[in-house]
């Protein structure tokens, strides 16, 4: 499967090989944010925010999100925050994602349509950067080129590349699409439902305590209830 083509060059052609990443990158990049991020992304990421005001965080895990862009007034200074639980390659993805929302919303002055089509051509440029790098392992290749061509809004919404990106976690986790019909799970937020049939890309599941029925992502981590 071929990439899309670049509409630019990229802002830095050179891989940074994990023991030695340029002298041009401060230590401070490195062992701060390079720590949860693959070795060859490190100079392609620092290249894309050196001098740019920004502030980056990361949180503990949130069940509602894996990142987010924040402009809390006009004249402030960019946030993007991440999990620190992610793995590298889905940090980076992560990263990725929140980046393309800050340069789109310097190209548009506007938050309206965060995932439109010009966020799509951004962040589809930035992870062309990335894959050009050589950030990714080869045997989720296929997955990463595929997303791409068609990026998600959120890239747990992915199925394909999550699934690729799990392998890499330290701790398995359990998905929906993984119980079997009628198993009893536990979602984070704690509520106990009953798996029902797949409707499209979510399960139909019976709340076990008002027996209503929700559509719930088939890749939302579980815990089942033997």
Known sequence: MRLPE??????????????????????????????????????VVYHWIKGQPLKIKITKPRN???????????????????????????FLVTLTHEIAHLNDY?????????????WKRIYSNLMIELHAAGAFPQNIDKAVIKHIRSPKAASCSDAELNEALRQFDDVDTLLLKDLELG??????????????????????????????????SSQAEVHKIS
């Open 106 to 118: 310097l190209e548009r002055k506007t938050l309206r349509e965060p995932h439109g089509e010009n």
């Open 64 to 90: 509602s999100k894996l990142g987010d862009f924040r402009m809390r007034s006009k004249h402030a200074v960019p946030e993007i925050s991440v999990n620190g639980n992610l793995n590298h390659y889905s």
């Open 6 to 43: 670049l509409e630019h060059e990229p802002r830095y052609k050179h891989r940074c090989a994990s023991d030695h990443c340029p002298k041009m990158i401060p230590e401070s990049f490195v062992s701060g944010i390079g720590r949860y991020i693959p070795a060859a992304s490190i100079a």
């Open 183 to 216: 198993d009893h799970f536990i979602l984070k937020s704690g509520r106990e439902f009953i798996k029902g049939e797949l409707q499209r890309t979510r399960f139909k599941c019976q709340d076990a305590e008002n027996k209503r029925w929700y559509l719930v």
